[in-house]
C-alpha cells in the first residue's frame, strides 16, 4: 500500500544539537509534501511545504527540508534545536495534486534544555 | 485568520451509542476532513467533503459516516460507538485544490472515549 513513514517514533536531544527527521514516501508521480508541527496542547500547524522548484525548502523557526526524489524523501533538519522546539511532527504527502494528504506516523521530539 | 471549531474537546461515551463530532469553519472552504490521531499512526483519514451533500471515504471510513448538509459545517458520526474508536479527533478544511498559497487548517482537536 502507498504510504508515508516517519522511521523516528521518539527523538530525545539536548539544546543547540542538530535535528533530522527522515520521512519517506511510496508514491509514484508528482507530490506535494509538507511538514506540520504540533506543539503541546496546541493544534496542527504548517511548518513548511514543498511544491515545484528548488528541492531545499525552508520554513518558519529555523527548520527545512530537503525533497530528494531519487530517494522518496523529505527530511527535516534544524542545526540546533531549542526545548521551545519540543513537539510532534508530521510529515504528510499529496499525490498527484488530488484531495487526499497521507500522514506519517509522527515524531515525537523532546529536548532537553 | 482562519478559524476551525469542533464542539466538544473531550467527550466520553459508552459502547452502542450514537456519537456526533461538529465542526464549523469560517472561511468558506469548499473542503473539510475528517482525520483521526493515534499514538505511533499518526493522522489518518475517516472521510472528506468536497462540496455540500458531497463525500469521499479516506482510508478507514469503517464505522464512521459523516454529513455535510451546509458548508461551513461537517458532522462525523459514530452510530454505535466502540472502545476501538477511542481517539483523538480532528477536523481540517481548505480551499479547492492544493496550490503553492493554500494550506490545511485544523481544529483543535476532540478527545472522545468510549467505555
Known amino acids: 500500500a502507498q504510504s508515508v513513514s516517519q522511521h523516528n517514533h521518539h527523538v530525545i536531544l539536548s539544546e543547540a544539537a542538530s535535528l533530522e527527521l527522515g520521512c519517506n514516501y511510496s508514491?509514484?508521480?508528482?507530490?506535494?509534501l509538507f511538514w506540520y508541527v504540533q506543539y503541546p496542547g496546541q493544534h496542527l500547524q504548517l511548518l513548511l511545504k514543498y511544491f515545484s522548484g528548488d528541492p531545499l525548502v525552508k520554513g518558519i523557526k529555523g527548520f527545512e527540508a530537503e525533497f530528494i526524489k531519487s530517494k522518496f524523501s523529505f527530511n527535516l533538519r534544524k542545526p540546533s534545536v531549542q526545548w521551545s522546539d519540543t513537539a510532534e511532527y508530521f510529515c504528510a504527502v499529496n499525490p498527484n495534486a488530488g484531495n487526499m494528504l497521507t500522514f506519517g506516523g509522527g515524531t515525537r521530539l523532546m529536548v532537553k534544555p | 485568520d482562519v478559524k476551525v471549531t469542533q464542539s466538544s474537546r473531550y467527550l466520553v461515551k459508552r459502547t452502542g451509542e450514537k456519537v456526533f463530532l461538529e465542526c464549523v469553519q469560517d472561511m468558506d472552504h469548499e473542503n473539510m476532513f475528517w482525520y483521526r490521531q493515534d499514538p505511533g499512526l499518526g493522522l489518518r483519514l475517516i472521510y472528506f467533503?468536497?462540496?455540500?451533500?458531497?463525500?469521499e471515504k479516506g482510508d478507514i471510513p469503517e464505522g464512521y459516516s459523516v454529513s455535510r448538509e451546509k458548508k461551513e459545517r461537517f458532522s462525523l458520526i459514530l452510530e454505535s460507538a466502540s472502545t476501538n474508536q477511542t481517539s483523538m479527533y480532528l477536523c481540517a478544511s481548505r480551499t479547492q485544490g492544493f496550490s503553492t498559497n493554500e494550506k490545511l487548517f485544523f481544529g483543535s482537536g476532540t478527545q472522545l472515549s468510549v467505555l
Open positions: 467533503s468536497y462540496d455540500v451533500k458531497m463525500k
Open positions: 508514491y509514484g508521480g508528482t507530490v506535494n
